[in-house]
């Protein structure tokens, strides 16, 4: 979470109506989470990026409370060390911007319907107002479906639910990541430093999502060394499973 945050109270009170794929209307119930990420004017000048937070709400439809989604905000904020600029000064930071995750989040959606990642209800791209903390900098907002399942790891709470649940169902959770890893490989879309806090399990359907797809790559092809990247297996003190001549036909001592 932010030491600070960028998204006050409007966030929860106001809905939220997206035209596109189709028009309805959103109530931001929760803030799930706020980062932020912050660079220096200089940086900036050098052409190293903007400064932006980041912010993810639970949301129920304005005519179904029991549809639910969530929503994903960007935006841009001051550099640091200029939130007490005059406006003018903030404005001259202002940039447009559309973040990966949209276009993926569309993607994925629209053109391969993949079952396998939260199903993509809306976005929209808009600029902050005069009054604004930065005059006419970007914002994004993104909505996709709330999947069931739990998340198999919840970097916030410092807690990694897939280590506490049986070795029957963590065998469960292995096979089921496999099927949808194969379906982003072969659409070649994949979480950069993918792990579990990027998975939802839905044990009821047996099925994997993938959440989290701000900074994607295509995928390297799979191999048993994918479940310790991910975070799905544990191999021994001094296993040398990252060379990328490492054999991974075994995995014998490896945590299961």
Known sequence: MSSRTWF???????????????QSTWVPVRKLSEIESRISQEDMLAGLGYSYARASFLCHNV???????????YKQVPNIG????????????????????VDTMERLTEEHECAYVPA????????????????HGYINYILWEKVPGVHLCN????????????????????????????????IGICPVLGGCNNLIWDAQQDRIYVIGLDDVAECNAFGNVTFLEWGLATA????????????DSSMEGWKL
């Open 8 to 22: 006050g109270s409007r966030y929860l009170e106001n809905g939220i109506t997206f035209t596109t794929p189709a």
């Open 63 to 73: 005519h179904n409370s029991t549809h639910e989604a969530i929503l994903r905000v």
């Open 82 to 101: 200029t939130e007490a600029d005059e406006p003018e000064d903030r404005q001259l930071q202002a940039t447009r911007r559309i973040h990966q995750e």
């Open 120 to 135: 993509w209800l809306g976005s929209k791209i808009e600029e902050q107002g005069d009054h604004d903390i930065v005059p």
């Open 155 to 186: 970097p916030d709470e410092n807690f990694v639910l897939f280590w506490s649940l049986p070795r029957q169902e963590r065998d469960r959770i292995r096979t089921a990541f496999v099927i949808t890893y194969q379906k982003l490989y072969t």
């Open 236 to 247: 021994p003190d001094g296993c040398p499973w990252g060379d990328e001549d490492f054999d």
